[in-house]
């Protein structure tokens, strides 16, 4: 079984910058992509940025300048740098892996619990 935590987030002023982490713990082989989507109030959730085990990125256009995804394969841990923050940015965060558990298994999709980010003076 594996977890997904997440952590940062919190109350932040437009324009302002905050880190969000998430760690997966559990029986573990590998990690293909990690990312982070996010769901705002009345709202789809929806792709925010997301790497390949070998670094590629992709970013949702709303986001592209201004936040930054990154890993650390030892850690088993994924980032998102949030700068310039605007007040539609905020949602409820959520991590999201693609997690092999064993050399035998098939990938499965694993979710955290999510961790609110608000936006507001």
């Known amino acids: 079984q594996v977890h997904l935590v997440e952590s940062g987030g919190g109350l932040v002023q437009p324009g302002g910058s905050s880190e969000l982490s998430c760690a997966a713990s559990g029986t573990i082989f590998s990690i293909n992509a990690m990312g982070w989507y996010r769901q705002a109030p009345g709202k789809q959730r929806e792709l925010v940025a997301l790497i390949t085990s070998g670094g590629s990125t992709v970013y949702a256009d709303s986001v592209k300048g201004r936040f930054t995804i990154s890993r650390d394969n030892a850690k088993n841990m994924v980032y998102l740098q949030m700068n310039s923050l605007k007040p539609e940015d905020t949602a409820l965060y959520y991590c999201?892996?693609?997690?092999?558990?064993?050399?035998?298994?098939?990938?499965?999709?694993?979710w955290g619990q999510g961790t609110q980010v608000t936006v507001s003076s």
């Open positions: 999201n892996a693609n997690i092999v558990g064993s050399r035998w298994s098939p990938p499965v999709v694993s």
